[in-house]
């Protein structure tokens, strides 16, 4: 069984921050595939069709007949632990700084050996559930667990360096005044999480959202206005060493595109608070994250962008915030590159539309924020980097891995939901 | 003999003639009038650093920045409402220079703001105005004081459930200012001319409604009113002249009779 | 389909060993190491440049050179050349495929040459791209090298066939006692067993004394006929087998045998010894694991007896079973590519009564075992040679 993680310490004011190191990165284009599957939590190994086998490490043809359409099949991960080491030195700074870690062999019952991460769990002998696991350096690895799971399962020290388990985190939300911004901080609480920076704009501005807000356990209300280059300077500079977690929630959202729209004032503003502001929370808290990613099991851990899967293709009857969210997504991507190697992962929440009041219009299935919230976080317990939440986005997120021409003519067309 | 300006540089410089700001800081955080979000909203004020002696700029420090027009302490022109939008010199551009230098009465609400934050100045205040200090002359600017801008943040915007509440003048007495009085317009240290509730009096919004109507303007969010003597102070409230432009955020500096002690401009 | 007999090495000699002496750390190139090891061969030999026509070269560190640009930097006209990178197991298939060469005529005098140079950071660079399944497979879990990947094949093959830490330790503890008379050994302090069991752990249950030591050096020896050793006057082993496999046994999920197995019939067939004819064995010792393996998979004990095999054996060089007779990587260091020649150009001394360190008495035959290149979990390449003294 695991133990539970107990609260980490406060950070020893003598101790110099540990610089931010991650372990090896380099991957063959094959490898990368299993970091695209890692990134929405899938485990697939090559599989050759004529010789009914699986192949690992990733190769270019079948070993076995030498034929070259290998294809990406869904594997069990189960299998047998049959050998274990704890590395104790090792010449490679991330490992180096986490000895003794424990590695070993695991022989997966549809055939292949992986090395494997080990959970604490898992011995010699021992059943096993291997899957793929991003890792601090944003790439894929197998990490074996116990095959049932356990309650604290999740605390162990070797898989929290591959997840983002808001446990003893300290969490930013960037803007609380939305329904999803409550959901978290409720959601949040209930995740253990060690404190929560709800992110308010105008606090001159009461309602009854925000007076819910400030009576959540473990919240602390900061000011915090996206569309204003100071305060998030203010905010960065007052808790910018402190957020583990950042979850992007701003949201803008007014329906319409842009032939039918007049003027530009609301574009702005959806532009303003949407993608400005990530922007400026990029200038200003992202250098003290990239600064803190590995620094101990309270560091830095994750950038979370709440997107919508108007992201992917535009949804017309929403075209200017599906405008914005294309353009958060690409600036995701852009900041995926800037952290890359700081150990902290940018998660992008794909979801359709929410329960809210811009789209009372809309018919159900609209994903309810507090199952947004809880998505949310169980994806980041898993280590997810693409977390796709509620039907709409999973429709959509499919049709747009099929044949992003057609989704965008069927989207265009109005076809929407329904397609 | 010294002309009439050379008077007025020397009670400048010897403090005979005080300055008055009347202006809130142009701050990013200062509220804003909040409509129902299906509407345009004003635009806050805000500010990014174009240079700061870096590699930007390397010798100088300059930032952009943007607002509405009906941000901060703000002028509003006869064309901001409906009921002006066809006068001639209706828009800040081509308001009478007149209009921006003028003579202030200051009507003192502070007592029953403080008891009533929904109090509506009527008519009869205004006479019992006029009792004390004489009538209010044709070509003035009244300046309704409630003390108002001396709160802060969500006191200040006062927003609940219901809308805001926030004092301001009711339909009947900014008739009698307009027709009655000829005033050159209104100002108040709220964040409108109106009352909070002021969308549900007849017609919605009366001080816009009839002050804009009758080519009158007005000035928002002042502070100081409470320096200022009921009569004999004058307000200079020129707006940025902005081609077509609504409204604008300004300065507002009154002039008034000092005691010779307070150094200028203080 | 068993393999078909080979063809003899009757009249190929191997002579010429030449060590160029270690250094753990250098700041030379790999060519500067290779070049002095081809310079020994010339000096021992004494040949001229001109006269070698063939050339066999491994290393890790020539980069961005091949084997072709080595040539040219070394001012060699070649019509044979070969680039062999099988890392550990290069020693044996450097020899067999010369000795082929020059049977055949394609060459008259073929170098054999492997060396590496140690800079400070070269050993992690090297690791770190060393292979595609490397870069995918294996780099990733943190190990930096391969200690973690035989930490688990030692956990393996302990756990499998009841060897212990102790067995381990008695390879290296001989090995050690045969280091301390051999001149290049970097390891110049004697190893009790206590010091062994009781050394900073490493990856479990490897610990510092199973693990070698990088370091830079070359090694090289010349391939030639009988008789143009015998005009140069020079002392040259007979050839009596060799072979190399690669990727054999692909699919057991651990490795616990090489593809020694695959080859040790034919192999002492064609050697017409058996392995208690065999004075001096030099396995490849990257970790103790790997040379018990190389025992039995040679065929001097069953599969899983090695332990108990080694233990009841002294194993230095004036013991009953002599193994490694410079002390072997774990105690003169591993400098690279080098290490795959280390124990054939040390046997080719023994058998020519020209050794360093401690001779072996009365050596007339030796067994060289290779082992080479650890990609994702295993070894890949395996190899070895049988070579007798010229009087035997």
């Given at each position: 069984m695991s133990s539970p993680l107990p609260?980490?310490?406060?950070?020893?004011?003598?101790r110099k921050a540990k610089p931010s190191l991650a372990p090896p990165a380099a991957r063959t284009r094959l490898g990368i595939r299993l970091s695209a599957l890692a990134s929405t939590g899938q485990l697939k190994l090559q599989f050759c069709k004529s010789c009914l086998e699986f192949a690992y490490?990733?190769?270019?043809?079948?070993?076995?007949?030498?034929?070259?359409?290998?294809e990406w099949s869904p594997i069990s991960?189960?299998?047998?632990?049959i050998a274990t080491t704890a590395i104790r030195?090792?010449?490679n700074l991330y490992f180096r700084d986490r000895v003794p870690w424990r590695i070993g062999t695991v022989l997966l019952d549809e055939g292949p050996i992986v090395i494997a991460h080990l959970h604490?769990?898992?011995?010699?002998g021992d059943r096993v559930r291997a899957r793929l696991q991003l890792d601090k350096s944003g790439q894929a690895v197998f990490f074996a667990l116990p095959e049932i799971e356990n309650?604290?399962?999740?605390?162990?020290a070797q898989l929290r360096e591959m997840t983002n388990d808001p446990k003893h985190r300290r969490v930013l939300i960037?803007?609380?005044?939305?329904p999803m911004g409550a959901a978290l901080a409720a959601a949040l609480a209930d995740a253990g999480c060690r404190s929560i920076f709800a992110g308010v704009a105008e606090?001159?501005?009461?309602d009854a959202l925000l007076d819910d807000l400030s009576s959540f356990p473990k919240v602390e209300l900061v000011r915090l206005d996206l569309t204003d280059t100071d305060s998030v300077r203010e905010c960065a500079g007052e808790f910018g060493g402190k957020v583990d977690i950042l979850i992007n929630t701003a949201e803008y959202l007014r329906p319409g595109g842009f032939i039918?729209?007049?003027?530009l004032a609301a574009a702005k503003d959806e532009f303003e608070t949407n993608v400005f502001g990530f922007m400026r929370l990029a200038q200003f808290f992202g250098p003290p994250m990239r600064a803190r990613?590995?620094?101990?099991?309270?560091?830095?851990s994750a950038w979370v962008n709440s997107l919508s899967v108007r992201s992917l293709s535009s949804w017309p009857e929403f075209g200017c915030n599906s405008a914005c969210h294309a353009a958060l997504l690409s600036m995701s991507q852009c900041l995926r590159g800037e952290f890359?190697?700081?150990?902290v992962r940018v998660v992008n929440v794909f979801s359709g539309p929410l329960e809210t009041e811009w789209h009372d219009t809309l018919p159900p299935p609209k994903v309810a924020p507090s199952r947004l919230a809880r998505e949310l976080i169980a994806g980041l317990q898993r280590g997810l980097e693409d977390i796709v939440v509620g039907d709409v986005a999973k429709d959509i997120m499919s049709r747009w891995r099929d044949n992003p021409k057609v989704l965008e003519r069927e989207l265009a067309a109005g076809g929407g939901i329904d397609g | 003999m010294d002309d009439i300006l050379s008077r007025l540089a020397k009670g400048l410089a010897s403090g005979l003639i005080e300055i008055v700001d009347l202006t809130h800081t142009l701050d990013a955080d200062f509220p804003v009038m909040i409509l129902p979000p299906e509407f345009g909203q004003c635009a806050r004020f805000r500010i990014e650093e174009?240079?700061?002696?870096?590699?930007?700029?390397?010798?100088w420090k300059w930032n952009n920045f943007s607002c509405g027009?009906?941000?901060?302490?703000h002028f509003d022109a006869p064309s901001h409402w409906v009921s002006g939008k066809?006068?001639?010199?209706?828009?800040v551009d081509t308001v009478p220079l007149g209009n921006l230098v003028a003579p202030a009465c200051v009507i003192d609400c502070s007592a029953e703001a403080e008891q009533n934050e929904d109090y509506l100045m009527d008519v009869d205040k205004i006479r019992e105005f006029e009792s004390a200090h004489g009538e209010i002359q044709r070509g003035s600017w009244v300046l309704m004081r409630t003390?108002?801008?001396?709160k802060k943040g969500s006191e200040y915007i006062n927003l609940r459930e219901d809308g805001a509440h926030s004092p301001g003048p009711n339909a009947d007495a900014v008739r009698f200012l307009v027709?009655?009085?000829?005033?050159i317009g209104l100002g108040t240290?709220?964040?409108?001319?109106?009352?909070?509730?002021?969308?549900?009096?007849n017609p919605p919004y009366p001080a816009h409604f009839y002050l804009h109507g009758a080519g009158k303007c007005g000035l928002q969010?002042?502070?100081?009113?409470?320096?200022?003597?009921?009569?004999g102070s004058i307000i200079f409230a020129a707006p940025l002249k902005?081609?077509?432009?609504?409204?604008s955020p300004l300065r507002v500096l009154a002039l008034m009779n000092g005691s010779g002690n307070i150094p200028c401009g203080s | 389909m068993p393999d078909s007999p080979r063809q003899s090495y009757d009249g190929i000699a191997a002579v010429a060993p030449v060590t160029v002496p270690y250094e753990r750390?250098?700041?030379?190139?790999a060519h500067w190491w290779l070049l002095k090891t081809l310079r020994g061969l010339m000096e021992s030999a004494q040949?001229?440049?001109?006269?070698?026509d063939g050339l066999a070269v491994s290393s890790?560190?020539?980069?961005?050179?091949?084997a072709v640009g080595f040539a040219q930097h070394a001012g060699l006209e070649l019509r044979w050349l070969e680039h062999i990178p099988?890392?550990?197991?290069s020693g044996p298939i450097a020899l067999k495929r010369a000795a082929r060469a020059v049977q055949s005529g394609d060459a008259s005098i073929v170098a054999c040459i492997a060396g590496d140079t140690n800079h400070i950071q070269s050993f992690q660079r090297m690791t770190a791209g060393f292979s595609r399944f490397s870069l995918d497979?294996?780099?990733?879990?943190?190990?930096?090298?391969p200690n973690a990947y035989f930490a688990l094949l030692t956990a393996n093959y302990m756990r499998q066939f009841g060897a212990t830490r102790k067995d381990f330790g008695h390879i290296a503890v001989c090995q050690r006692q045969n280091a301390?008379?051999?001149?290049?050994?970097?390891?110049?302090t004697p190893l009790t067993l206590e010091q062994y069991l009781d050394a900073?752990?490493?990856a479990d249950p490897l610990a510092l004394f199973d693990c070698v030591m990088p370091c830079s050096g070359g090694e090289g020896f010349l391939v030639m006929r009988d008789e143009t050793a015998s005009e140069l006057g020079i002392g040259s082993v007979r050839i009596l087998a060799a072979f190399e496999r690669h990727?054999?046994?692909?699919?057991?999920?651990?490795?616990?045998?090489?593809g020694w197995v695959r080859d040790r019939e034919l192999f002492w067939h064609q050697a017409g010894?058996?392995?208690?004819?065999?004075?001096l064995l030099q396995t490849y010792d990257d970790y103790p694991v790997i040379s018990l393996m190389q025992m039995e998979d040679l065929g001097f004990?069953?599969?899983?007896?090695a332990a108990d095999f080694a233990r009841?054996?002294?194993?230095?060089?004036?013991?009953?079973f002599p193994h490694?007779?410079?002390?072997?990587q774990l105690s003169t260091g591993q400098a690279g590519a080098a290490g795959g020649y280390l124990g054939l150009v040390d046997a080719i001394r023994q058998l020519t009564r020209s050794?360093?360190?401690k001779p072996v008495p009365d050596a007339r035959r030796a067994v060289v075992s290779g082992f080479g290149i650890v990609n994702f979990d295993r070894g890949v390449c395996s190899s070895a040679a049988a070579l007798s003294s010229q009087d035997s």
């Open positions: 609260l980490p310490p406060k950070r020893n004011p003598q490490p990733p190769r270019e043809a079948c070993p076995r007949c030498l034929i070259d359409d290998l991960g189960l299998g047998e632990v030195a090792t010449p604490g769990c898992c011995a010699t309650e604290f399962m999740n605390d162990d960037t803007d609380a005044r939305t606090l001159w501005r009461r039918d729209r007049r003027g990613g590995s620094d101990g099991i309270d560091s830095a890359a190697g700081s150990g | 174009v240079s700061c002696y870096d590699e930007r700029g390397p010798a027009e009906h941000t901060g302490t066809d006068l001639p010199y209706g828009s003390d108002w801008s001396q027709d009655e009085r000829d005033i240290e709220t964040v409108g001319t109106d009352a909070g509730q002021a969308f549900h009096a969010c002042l502070s100081g009113l409470d320096r200022l003597p009921a009569k902005i081609r077509n432009g609504t409204g | 750390f250098s700041n030379r190139s040949i001229e440049p001109g006269k070698i890790f560190s020539m980069h961005p050179d091949t099988a890392g550990g197991a497979a294996a780099y990733p879990y943190g190990a930096g090298g301390l008379s051999y001149p290049f050994a970097l390891m110049k900073r752990a490493i990727n054999a046994f692909a699919d057991d999920p651990i490795q616990f045998r090489g010894v058996s392995p208690e004819d065999i004075d004990c069953s599969k899983g007896e009841c054996r002294d194993l230095t060089n004036s013991g009953q490694n007779t410079t002390g072997g050794a360093l360190g």
